[in-house]
Structures are given as structure tokens and as C-alpha cells.
């Protein structure tokens, strides 16, 4: 008999969720800061297996952060270590409020099979955004060599890459996702003018860094959780629709990390600009 996946967490079981309501800006800094050498501490002291973030408002802005712990009764010790990290920005109102709530593992989304590959990937790709963060000091709009822009779409060719799309496919893939947020934002012909100018003024640059495999993310690990996903759908026969979903959920919380504010106009403008970029490559034949 298959054991049935767990799909709520209590406060006291083993993952504990964390709720950091802060300003958009201030989030960065928790991330790089706090979060990043706290949970390298934590995971190399054996308190923890994995943790993940995500960004989100309900209707106030706030991290989501959650960490699988190696052992229940160490939730004490992870708690009031947090808490003391955090004491300067609670004492400056810099983090106005932090809760603990029960994790609800999103089955439906990712799969019953999968939900535990998923989450290693949301790991994974919580590591590589936040080594991302600090290093890059560019703002959100830049179009420059690591800024933002650049690493997020060279993020998705990576999944899409590793969940083995041809060019072709990551075109069609691109077209149905920016034709789904053009009808989301209602985009008329001048928000499309506005998109195609920053593209054909930064087309070159974009180009150069999206060809330039040396420079490419190489994230072994995610790569790897990726190949047990496919192995699980191929045993599985996953129909091809619910792959793709998968493809695009990952997709989407990895952008959703990497951008504290108008996640979803980010998201658009990277979809579009890759199917300009995956149409051209392809007609260019490279």
C-alpha cells in the first residue's frame, strides 16, 4: 500500500513556517543578510534538511519561510535563534510582525508523487536566488550584464533547458504563457510598442548573455531534482499538460523569489522577451 503524503504541518511537526511582514526593500536585506547564513548555519549544524521562501501579500507584503527541521524538538532552539536575529529589525519596525502558521503543502499543484521532488527544487532555487541577491547590486529595471533581468530569463531557459524543451517547444511554451498574461493585463498596442522598444534597445545585450553558454546557471542540484521529476512522470505516463503546468509553476515561484514588487509585470515582460528571443534563435537557425 502507497503511503499517503502528509499535506498539513502544525506548528511542532516537521516543517516550521515562518510569516515576515517588512517592507519590499528591507525583504532583500532579511534574505542576504539573516536568511542566507542563518540557514547555511543551521543545515550545517544538522538542525535542518532544506528551507524555501516565497514573496507574498495578503494584503500586506511578507516573506514566506519555511524550514524542514531534522528533529521536532529542535523547533525551540531554531525559533529563539531567529528571533534573536531578527531583534534589530522588530526593535526599528523594519519587521513589523512575525507569525508562525501551519504549512500547507500545495499537492493538488505539484503532485502527490512529486511534492517532496518539488520542494527539494524550491530549495535549490531558493540557494541559487539568494546567492544571486548578494552578489547583484543592480536595481529590478536595469538591463546590464547580471542585473535582475538578465538572470531571470536566463532562469527560465534553464528549467525549461532541463526539463528538455526544444527551442521549439520553449517558443510555443513562451507564446501561450505572455498570450495568458496579455489577456490578464488587458495589453494594448502601446503597452506592446513600449515592451518591443526596451527589447530592440537591449536586443544586442540580451543576445550575448542568453548565447553565452559559459555564463549560464549550472545549478547541478536543481538539475537533478528535475531529472527524478521526469523519471517519476515518465513511470507515472504524466500527461504532457500536467508537465508543462509543473514547468510553469516552477517557473513562476522561481520569478516570484527573485522580485520583491510587480512580480507579475516582471513575468510578462520575460515571457515576452523570450518568445522574441526563442523566434529569432530559431529563424536564425543557431
Partial sequence: MVEKIKSRFFPGDDWLYFKIYCGYKVS???????????????????????????????PNYHIRFRLELTDKKNIGHVIHEFNNLLQEYIESKSVWSLQIDCYDREIERYGSNTMELAEEVFFNDSVEIINFLSTSKSEETDIVSESKPIFSLKLIDFYLSHFRLTDSQKLSFMQRLRDSFYKEFDINKDNKKQIEKVYNKHKESIYQQLLDTNNAITNTAIKQNIDEILKVAKQESTPENKVTYLISSFVHMSLNRLYYSNNRIHELVCYDVLWKFYKSKISRGL
Fill in 28 to 58: 532583500d536585506v532579511l534574505l542576504t543578510e539573516i536568511i542566507k547564513p542563518f540557514t547555511e548555519k543551521l543545515i550545517r549544524e544538522n538542525y535542518i534538511k532544506k528551507w524555501f521562501f516565497i514573496r507574498y501579500t495578503d
